[in-house]
């Protein structure tokens, strides 16, 4: 009796359990189109650069019997990074992935890449076609580590027709701090408040871009071109002055502030399109979306610099193409056939029209599609005559550190307190002291050692 | 399966009075296993072993990919406590969760009362009370990062038209986190209702007649019958709303992303931040003992304090 | 009898107490939904309109076509009714089994594994995720179902809970049982999970909810539309409208929320009794 009923337990205990797994297991498996090899391809594209990467995507796959490529948007860059980290070897990682410009020697170092290089020199494919600058931000020891992608330079966006109703005059093309502090004041005094002249969005990489246009490396050992970075230096000269700039507008009540985040920067340019905000410093990736969301005539200048000093230029923002070096050859094959359908004239010049990043491949500067628009929106040279005008220099190349992700958050933290009326200096400092701490630990925690 | 299961009992003198008593022990405790076991496993598989394994890692540095590599002892606990803005995290946290449950209580309780008057139509009111049990964090965020939008949202547009000082809710310091209490507080609501209004049901009615009769004041009464006659329930949704305040991350991450300024970098969104978005696992795993140490202890100084003077 | 002329007084005493009465109910009613009605009723609204600052615009449903056609937020329910599904299912399977283990079988170490699980109520899951995501990974589990589902097959709380109601069940009925020969199995079976009915459906929505609310493990642990949870869909929705489509964005959120409320409506009185239940004792 006993024997019957305890094995009679154990029986629907076990097709309970059966029936979860089952249900559990079961349900998320579905098929994909035979035949073609899938290419898992991991993305952090928004809006209209989505869109037009989806494009790509779909042309890529209705071009060729073999591959199939299938975008996932994955959130943020950060996000993204951790993501690729986490999931490296298993079931769930892509084979291709894009990813931000600041992780490249976390990546570099973490070796979950096979380097393009491999396949450009397997292939004979043509690098010199594709911009020398962009290439050199993703290189290390003379090798193409990933495939520069979306490139965009910060610059200064500005409501020309605004400024014209209000009668105020435009800023020049390399306008200093004071130009832009002149401009924001005037707007909005003469729309009785109604409109904030200025807004700078507590973003990290924009306090990098305000040290490397006053010529000015932010870490040790070359901004870690040349070995692993120690120290950082968020108290410089550079620095100091960009912030005592945003103060005066914040005292002088033109500034308004929207915070930090994707949230901040849907904000701003909601108040840039509802014509209640006339300037703002942001990626030249918005251009497009700008264009299309106001009839307004947009004005559009290099990033703003301190008075009395040269622009020393602007670094590159953005992302590039990593090939996954766990999935098996033909799938990284198929990675790196998609990538070199994304580089090709036609695809970049689409990209720059539709996304306002800069095309990449030099020929597409003579693609019909990019000539329409500069005939139709002079501005949209801006950015690339921006990026034109500046000598690289260990200043302006790119920060090749680990930890930058922190970085940022440090000196995002030290812009809201000084946005919030906090000191200046003593809010750099302790954002200065947590990331040496920071790098410290980090070198230690992955033995890294300077020789 | 009994076989393995009663195999030890073979070992004993099979006496008749035995058999049965073994019998039953043994299988007794297979059926303790069967109906355990499941469970059990679990629980060390996803909350015991991952607690040791944090402990753990508290005490080492980690590489990038989450992989101990350096013994570092007391050092990650040392530049936490070192860290100002790991104590600013600290005090927000604590701020929000004690202003969260208060009001949470205070407005449930509300609710609760002017849903027991006897009015046509009360049944109406009571769902919209419970209402927002069923919006979910996301949703909550969506509605409220709505209304909080500095240039088309409600409050703005109020502000504007009544020429109040315009606030910048959550790109502001001093009101970011107030914005996140309101929202918290507001889907918090239609639980806390739901509960009290069930518990003020079952107050007996002879006892406010009895009251009533006495001539004590309505006020006196709901201090003096209600409250304590409703104390075990109070006791539950203070305990609950305090450790789902602890845990708060959704709205965080969707509405603030932790700042402006950390000012709404609460203990878990700091742990999340540390760990898989600045890859510093073993700083985030040291948050992490702290956040459950401090759980354990509110909720333990909650029983020792509230527990025994509530009355059954 | 009283006469007329106070009577009409205090009639009039007593409508004005009503009208005071309702204008509160009124008040208190449109403070907690407010928030909603404002969703819903900027989910009608173009986004031109709503992104200029206007509350009001011509009323349409194009927003709610937008949402469904360009976004897979169908795709994101799906998902999460499964999830929840099988998390609730499987919970008050185990929650019942080792509840019933505390109350009524005897086995050695009964306290403290009953203390232990006491503790676990204690120890936030929040804090445990970074060893936990070794484990999904190890396992296998990671950007799928199961890797939402499996860490939450049991609860201590709703252990817990159960076995607070198991408690109240008359001795007698074991008793009873015991000399009918009922095993411990028929006895779970057939009395106590009838006899627990309101409590497991207690149980059932609060699982159900609890699962549907998921947000920070599965962010971490999906990384595909095909299994990502209506939560987590939805950040990604409003992650991606770089453009602030509120209105798009308004209809998402409240296609999301009206299956919820339309569930809570149904289940309230059962959920409002067992919850009761389950606080005061």
């Not at chain 1, 070359?222 to 108290?235: A, C, I, M």
């Not at chain 1, 005292?251 to 502030?257: G, L, N, P, S, T």
């Not at chain 1, 920060?399 to 995002?412: D, N, P």
């Not at chain 3, 499987?90 to 109350?103: D, E, G, R, T």
């Amino acid at each position: 009796m006993a024997v019957k009923l305890e094995t009679r337990l154990w029986w629907c205990w076990l097709s309970g359990l059966l029936l979860i797994v089952t249900l559990t297991f079961g349900l998320g498996t579905t098929a994909y189109g035979a035949g073609r090899t899938k290419i898992v391809f991991w993305h952090e594209m928004t809006g209209p650069a989505q869109a037009q990467l989806m494009t790509d995507a779909k042309a890529f796959n209705a071009s060729q019997s073999k591959y199939e490529v299938v975008p996932e948007f994955e959130g943020s860059y950060n996000e993204a990074v951790q993501k690729i980290l986490h999931t490296h070897g298993t079931s769930a990682a892509p084979a291709l992935f894009q990813s931000m410009d600041v992780s490249t020697a976390q990546l570099y170092h973490a070796n979950v890449a096979t380097p393009v290089q491999k396949f450009i020199d397997a292939d004979h494919y043509d690098v010199s076609q594709i911009s020398s600058v962009a290439r050199a931000f993703y290189s290390q020891n003379g090798k193409q580590i990933s495939m520069p992608f979306n490139t965009s330079q910060p610059v200064l966006y500005y409501n020309a027709s605004l400024l014209k109703r209000l009668g105020i005059k435009a800023p020049p093309v390399n306008p200093t701090y004071s130009d832009i502090t002149r401009v924001a004041k005037a707007i909005t005094a003469k729309s009785n408040g109604k409109v904030k002249g200025l807004t700078v969005e507590v973003y990290g990489w924009l306090f990098e871009q305000f040290m490397a246009n006053g010529n000015t490396v932010m870490a040790n050992q070359n901004n870690g071109r040349s070995g692993y970075p120690t120290t950082v230096d968020f108290t410089s000269t550079a620095t100091q002055k960009a912030m005592a700039w945003i103060r005066e507008n914040i005292q002088a009540k033109d500034f308004i502030d929207f915070g930090a985040g994707s949230q901040a920067e849907s904000n701003e340019i909601a108040a840039f399109l509802a014509g209640k905000l006339g300037m703002f410093v942001q990626s030249s990736a918005y251009i497009s979306q700008l264009l299309a969301g106001t009839k307004d005539q947009l004005g559009i200048t290099y990033y703003p610099h301190a008075d009395g000093t040269k622009a020393n230029g602007v670094s590159i923002g953005g992302a590039s193409l990593w090939i996954a070096n766990s999935q098996p050859k033909n799938v990284q094959q198929g990675a790196w056939q998609f990538i070199k359908y994304v580089m090709t004239p036609q695809a970049q010049a689409a990209w720059q029209k539709a996304t306002g990043y800069l095309a990449l491949n030099q020929k597409s500067q003579h693609q019909a599609i990019l000539k329409q628009l500069y005939a139709k929106q002079p501005v949209a040279k801006v950015p690339s005559e921006q990026l034109a005008a500046a000598t690289a220099n260990p200043a302006n190349s790119g920060i090749f550190m680990e930890g930058l992700l922190q970085e940022r958050t440090l000196t995002q933290t030290a812009m809201a307190t000084i946005y919030n009326g906090g000191n200046i200096t003593s809010a750099l400092k302790t954002a200065e002291t947590s990331m040496n701490q920071y790098l410290a630990n980090n070198n230690r925690a992955n033995q890294y050692t300077n020789h | 399966m009994q076989q393995s299961l009663s195999g030890k009992a073979k070992t004993r003198p099979l006496t008749p009075a035995n058999v049965t008593v073994g019998r039953r022990r043994w299988s007794e405790r297979g059926y303790a296993l069967l109906f355990l076991g499941p469970s059990l496993a679990l629980l060390a598989v996803f909350i015991f072993w991952p607690m040791l394994k944090t402990l753990y890692m508290s005490f080492f540095l980690t590489d990038k990919f989450g992989h101990i590599t350096v013994f570092n002892g007391l050092g990650n606990y040392r530049s936490l406590l070192q860290d100002a803005s790991y104590w600013a995290s600290l005090g927000a946290t604590l701020s929000y969760v004690a202003v969260v449950a208060v009001l949470t209580i205070v407005l449930g309780l509300i609710l609760a009362v002017a849903a027991q008057q006897q009015l046509k139509g009360i049944g109406f009111f009571k769902t919209l009370f419970s209402s927002t049990m069923g919006i979910s964090v996301s949703v909550a965020a969506i509605f409220w990062l709505f209304a909080f939008n500095p240039s088309v949202g409600v409050f703005a547009q109020l502000s504007q038209a009544l020429h109040l000082p315009e606030i910048n809710w959550l790109a502001d310091p001093h009101f970011a986190l107030l914005a996140i209490i309101i929202t918290t507080v507001w889907m918090n609501l239609g639980f806390t209702f739901l509960i009290l209004f069930g518990a003020l049901q079952q107050v007996p009615r002879s006892l406010y007649d009895a009251a009533d009769v006495a001539g004590v004041a309505k006020r006196t009464q709901f201090l003096k019958v209600t409250l304590p006659m409703i104390s075990p329930t109070l006791f539950f949704v203070t305990t609950v709303t305090l450790i789902d305040a602890f845990k708060s991350f959704g709205l965080i991450d969707l509405m603030t992303a932790g700042g402006p300024s950390n000012a709404t970098n609460l203990l878990v969104y700091r742990v999340y931040q540390d760990a898989f978005l600045n890859g510093s696992y073993a700083q985030a795993s040291t948050e992490s003992v702290v956040l459950t140490l401090l759980i354990a202890v509110v909720t333990l100084v909650q029983f020792k304090l509230f527990g025994k003077r509530v009355t059954y | 009898m009283t006469p007329i002329q106070p009577v009409v007084a205090h009639e009039n005493k007593r409508r004005f107490k009503l009208i005071g009465r309702y204008t509160l109910l009124v008040g208190l009613g449109l403070i907690v939904i407010g928030p909603f009605i404002l969703g819903l009723w900027t989910s009608l609204l173009p986004t031109a309109a709503i992104s200029k600052g206007a509350l009001w615009g011509k009323l349409s449903f194009d927003n709610y076509v937008t949402a469904i056609t360009t976004t897979p937020i169908l795709r994101y329910l799906l998902n999460s009714f499964v999830i929840a599904m099988v998390t609730t299912i499987s919970q008050l399977l185990f929650c019942s089994m080792s509840a019933y283990a505390f109350v009524f079988l005897k086995f050695k170490y009964q306290r403290p594994l009953f203390a232990l699980f006491l503790v676990t109520m204690m120890l936030p899951f929040e804090a445990e995720v970074i060893p936990n995501f070794a484990t999904v990974r190890a396992l296998g589990l990671l950007n799928h179902y199961a890797v939402m589902i499996v860490p939450f097959l049991t609860t201590a709380f709703g252990t817990f809970m159960l076995r607070q109601n198991f408690l109240q069940m008359p001795k007698e009925l074991k008793e009873a049982a015991d000399v009918e020969g009922l095993s411990h199995w028929q006895f779970y079976w057939r009395m106590t999970l009838p006899y627990a009915k309101i409590s497991l459906l207690t149980l059932a929505a609060y699982s159900f909810l609890s699962s549907w609310n998921q947000y920070l493990w599965p962010m971490l642990t999906t990384f595909s539309d095909q299994f990502r949870p209506v939560q987590d869909g939805l950040r990604q929705l409003q992650g991606q409208e770089t453009f602030n489509n509120w209105g798009m964005i308004q209809a998402s959120a409240a296609i999301v929320v009206i299956p919820t409320l339309i569930v809570l409506l149904i289940g309230q009185h059962y959920f409002k009794a067992g919850l009761n239940e389950g606080a005061v004792k």
